[in-house]
């Protein structure tokens, strides 16, 4: 488990099958993709919040259409 203060969100966040949030984080000229499993409650609260959230995450390898990457894990933010 890892955590990072002051992240920005530039893209989402976006449910994902009513249950689950999608998004892109940035820090320091880096993006990072992401996503929060069962999370959909708590969309208005990461959009309020796009430019500092505070993320404890782990990280995943994920393959999508052939496409691999490593993308964060969100745990939990505030």
């Known amino acids: 488990m890892f955590h990072t203060s ?7 966040p976006r449910k994902l099958k009513d249950r689950h ?3 892109s984080f940035r820090q320091e000229n880096r993006t990072f993709r992401a996503i929060a499993w069962n999370a959909a409650g708590r969309e208005e609260t990461m959009t309020a919040r796009k430019d500092g959230v505070e993320l404890a995450f782990s990280l995943e390898n994920n393959e999508y259409q052939g496409e691999r990457y490593l993308e964060l894990r969100v745990e939990d933010f505030r």
Do not use: T
Request: charged share 20%; net charge neutral; hydrophobic share 50%.
């Open 6 to 12: 002051s992240v920005q969100i530039v893209d989402g």
């Open 21 to 23: 949030l999608k998004m």
